[in-house]
Each structure stands twice: as C-alpha cells, then as structure tokens.
C-alpha cells in the first residue's frame, strides 16, 4: 500500500528566512497532495494542494512543488512570519478499496523564532 | 455553514469508564474520518465512514473500539473500558458526497480525551 514519508520532523528558522519540508511517497498510482497546517489546539486545515499535471502551484508565501518521477513533493515557506509556527502535515490521494483515501506524512513541527 | 462540530471538546474518564465521542459533518457531507493525535505525534488514521457504512476501519484497535455514522445524526466514536493510553486528542474530519480524487477533508476542533 502507498507509505508517505515526511521530513524533517522538526524544523526551526530564523523569521525572515525559508523553509522546506519534504515528502515521499511509495505508490506511483497517487495523483493528488495536499498540504495541511495545525495550529495549536485546533484541527489541521488545508493551506494548498497540488495534482501530478502539475510540476509547481504558488500561493502568495507558500508554494508546493512536485516530482513524480522521484515520488516526492516539498512545501516552501518564504518570508516566515511567527504565525507561521504550527504543524504541517503532506498527504497523498490513493483511491483504494473503491474509494478516495488520503495517506498522511507523520507531520513537521516549524518554529519560527523572533 | 457551519464547519465539523465536534462534542464535547474536552472529556475526562477514570480508568475503566466508556467515552463517546461526537461529530458532526459539514451540511452536505456524507464521508467521514476518525483520527487520533498523541502529543507532539501526527495524525494516525482510525477508520473511515459513509452513512450507515464502515468502508475501512484499518487504523481502529480491534477491542473496545467502535465507531458508527447513523442515518440520522453525528457519528459517533465509542470507547469502551477506557485505559490510560487512550489520552490523546481525536480529531473527526468529513469530506462531500460525491467521491473525488481531490476531496479536501475538513476537520473539526478535536475532542481531548484524558483518562485519570
């Protein structure tokens, strides 16, 4: 079955600078990845996705990209700001036993410090 | 139009005691997922429902663990004989009806479940 895999686990910077989170995955057969934030004692919510006819989607600080042949897609933060700071999870769409199921990365805590 | 709802939003067992966890959809919604979130951990998948349906309850423990979505209203995640290691926040998600590849799922605030 599709495995994702999320690094790092954590992951501090600077404000002001990037960051980068990556993800794989093991099934070739999974066309759709979105991107999820969890802020502090909520529930994750979706911030952007990207579908495997497309290499790159950007959405003003925040940009995803993907490489189907190597079966990995990243998340890019520019310009991080302390509002920034939460869980990301990545996930990848497999439909499986007749329905659409999302596979999750085990998530990346980002901390931005002042 | 109201997001997931979930209730109670905290919940509190003695060891032994059953909890029942609550969710309810979006309007319209019809898919819903059962995740539970240990602390500083990820999301661990738990099962997956339609209306008056299982369609994948792989990430459920066997034993005292049940979830149900009813025709009529929330569904509902059952543990019985709660012990100390079902401290954890769940989180219940749902997604529309009509299944998509790209069904965004949307999440509801979490229920905190602390065993004494």
């Known amino acids: 079955g599709e495995n994702v895999e999320q690094h790092p686990s954590t992951l501090s910077v600077q404000e002001g600078d990037s960051a980068v989170i990556k993800c794989t995955y093991s099934d070739s057969a999974s066309n759709y990845f979105p991107w999820y934030k969890q802020e502090l004692g909520k529930g994750p919510q979706l911030i952007i996705d990207?579908?495997?006819n497309v290499g790159e989607k950007k959405d003003q600080r925040i940009a995803v990209t993907l490489n189907k042949t190597a079966k990995h897609f990243s998340l890019h933060i520019t310009e991080t700001q302390p509002e920034d700071s939460a869980v990301y999870f990545c996930a990848a769409s497999l439909y499986m036993d007749s329905n659409y199921q999302l596979i999750w990365g085990a998530g990346t805590k980002l901390i931005i410090k002042p | 139009n109201a997001g997931v709802m979930q209730n109670p939003r905290h919940l509190v067992r003695r060891r032994g005691q059953e909890a029942r966890l609550r969710c309810s959809p979006m309007?319209?919604?019809?898919?819903v997922y059962w995740y539970r979130q240990l602390p500083e951990e990820g999301l661990k998948f738990m099962v997956y429902l339609q209306k008056e349906n299982i369609i994948d309850e792989s990430g459920m423990p066997k034993e005292r663990f049940s979830a149900e979505f009813p025709k009529e209203g929330p569904s509902i995640l059952r543990i019985q004989q709660v012990v100390r290691g079902d401290s954890a926040a769940y989180f219940c998600?749902?997604?529309?009806?009509?299944?998509?590849?790209?069904?965004?799922?949307?999440f509801g605030p979490g229920t905190r479940l602390t065993v004494l």
């Open positions: 998600a749902s997604s529309p009806k009509i299944a998509s590849l790209y069904n965004e799922q949307f």
């Open positions: 990207i579908r495997s």
């Open positions: 309007k319209g919604h019809s898919h």
